[in-house]
């Protein structure tokens, strides 16, 4: 299948495969710039199979068989058909949990109409207090959510990496172009948002990467006028001066302003038809070097944090056991060691917080 069909499938809430033709009436799109992503080096195209991407292999031509081997937003596809077998499990280098899925789905898990899961989230975000607004996927079915951001992501990379080349940035990927796993997924919907899966808002997402401060700067203000891409929330972690920080972007693909008529024919209004959220960051490169040297810290500390949220812990660790508090503590100051020292290197942190003041913070709506 091309990468022009498989954007036009990616139209939020499309039922069939088939594109119908636009009335005349209609806002014309704008054209999509369909590029090839694929790189040729050796360390990118030789590397070795793990097992669970063998057992991914087989669940794909198994569901091929009765499916096909193409899937959509609008065909059905199950949870089950992800899930290993226990002697199929690989546990984990230094004892970390087996994952229990391969793969991520293609299609969604209920036949539900969009229109009806729309409604669904649009309930539940009006129950929000005004202080406490959520930021939501338009639909809580995992499988369409997991769908639709797949055929958003190529745009997505190619326009994260035109941003990047014009703002001496470097754009970073998830290892292998993988979408979050089914495990971490479910994890995280569990443990931090109470099994709602629309708020699951990075199953895919991006990095780009800053040496100076002006570009990382000037890198926001593109992304900000890009028109394929709509902002909806930005976090700005790097104004404390202290630990990780970040530019956090959660940005909005595939949406419209659709036109609303009486019963005259004349525009009364416009109204959002929402499009699907995708995670991108905005790094100054000393702080997220010390992240990635510290993978192994964070990796322990996720882990242990989200193992006691399960349980119905405090996020403040107070009732935690001794040993995982100890622990967590540890791995923490470890961190925050590292990340001093990359601090330092940027100088100082009023003259730092001059350059990013322009970045302002937004909350979802």
Not at 59 to 79: M, V, W
Not at 97 to 120: I, L, M, N, Q, W
Not at 136 to 152: F, K, N, R, T, W
């Amino acid at each position: 299948m091309s990468d022009r069909k498989l954007l036009q499938q990616s139209v939020p809430g499309a039922e069939s495969t088939q594109t119908a033709p636009s009335p005349a009436s209609s806002v014309p799109l704008a054209p999509v710039p369909l590029p090839v992503l694929g790189r040729t080096g050796a360390a990118d195209t030789i590397r070795r199979e793990t097992d669970v991407e063998a057992a991914t292999r087989q669940l794909q031509a198994a569901r091929a068989k009765t499916r096909g081997p193409q899937g959509g937003p609008g065909e059905l596809d199950s949870l089950d058909n992800y899930k290993l077998a226990p002697d199929q499990q690989v546990p984990k280098p230094k004892g970390g949990k087996p994952d229990e899925y391969a793969g991520t789905p293609v299609g969604k898990f209920s036949g539900e109409s969009s229109a009806s899961k729309r409604e669904g989230v649009a309930a539940i975000k009006g129950g929000e207090a005004p202080d406490k607004k959520a930021l939501h996927q338009p639909v809580a079915d995992l499988g369409e959510i997991y769908a639709h951001c797949s055929m958003l992501e190529a745009e997505f990379k190619y326009q994260v990496e035109q941003v990047a080349s014009k703002t001496k940035g470097k754009a970073v990927f998830r290892p292998g172009g993988k979408m979050k796993s089914l495990d971490r997924t479910l994890e995280k919907v569990t443990a931090d948002y109470k099994g709602d899966m629309s708020r699951i808002v990075d199953l895919t997402g991006g990095s780009i990467s800053f040496d100076d401060p002006k570009d990382l700067v000037k890198g926001y203000g593109t992304i900000a006028k890009n028109p394929m891409f709509h902002l909806v929330r930005v976090k700005n972690t790097l104004m404390n001066g202290k630990g990780y920080g970040d530019i956090n972007l959660s940005i909005e693909m595939g949406g419209a302003d659709i036109d609303i008529y009486d019963a005259r024919g004349k525009v009364v209004g416009k109204e959002h038809y929402a499009g699907f959220l995708i995670e991108l960051q905005l790094h100054l490169a000393p702080i997220i070097g010390v992240k990635e040297a510290a993978h192994e810290q964070y990796e322990k500390m996720r882990t242990l944090d989200a193992d006691n949220k399960n349980a119905g812990k405090k996020e403040d660790r107070s009732d935690w056991s001794k040993e995982d508090r100890t622990a967590y503590e540890t791995l923490l100051a470890e961190m925050e060691g590292l990340y001093g020292k990359a601090w330092e290197t940027l100088g100082s942190t009023k003259a730092l917080n001059r350059k990013l003041k322009v970045i302002k913070p937004m909350a979802p709506t």
